[in-house]
């Protein structure tokens, strides 16, 4: 009499296989796209939760007090292109995991040095004083690839325009982080995004 062969024990060990290679594959994605914290306010989710209301009132007067552009120059100071969406961390987070084709697509030539210029326009005959921004450059892709551009200084008498030092950027997706100081302590911030197609011709 011929013995019925038995296939359960294949079967067991295929499924336990299937499932080291599906863990591994996650744990590999996980380490190749990690979560990230959002750097928008530079302080603690905890943190953030417990000071909304102050923060949007403070963002609010700013909204209302100044129109603004943001202007990215080449090594000449000619503007490449000029982007007027820029917008508070709290308006923008639907948009920060997706393409939005509000925001400027522009290319720069490799190791080409750039600069921003802010232009804060004001609205009102009282409008915030004492304003200082500092601005950093943050990666949707990388953990910890938070850059500090530094200070940027106001040009000209009326200091509507607030302009960086110059710096090179690297090919990929960018969002762009401006932090406001005004009034002394109150704190206004806008983010936008940059896409960045460099072409070598060296």
Known sequence: ?????????????????????????????????????????????????????????????????????????????????????????????PHRDKFNPKFPTQAFIDKQNIRLALNLIPQKAESPSEIHIKAYLDSYHQANALQDLGELIADGVENTRYLSSAFKIPKGRWKLIFEITYDTDHKAYLETELFVDMVDIS
């Not at 079967?11 to 928008?40: C, E, R, W, Y």
């Open 1 to 93: 009499m011929q013995t019925q062969k038995n296939y359960w024990p294949l079967a067991i060990i295929g499924v336990i296989i299937f499932g080291v290679i599906m863990v591994s594959i996650s744990i590999t994605i996980a380490l190749k796209n990690p979560i990230q914290d959002d750097n928008a306010y530079f302080t603690k989710k905890r943190i953030v939760d417990e000071n909304i209301n102050q923060l949007l009132i403070d963002q609010d007067i700013f909204d209302a007090s100044f129109n603004r552009y943001l202007d990215i120059l080449d090594s000449s100071d000619a503007t490449l292109v000029r982007d007027t969406n820029l917008l508070s961390p709290y308006q923008s987070k």
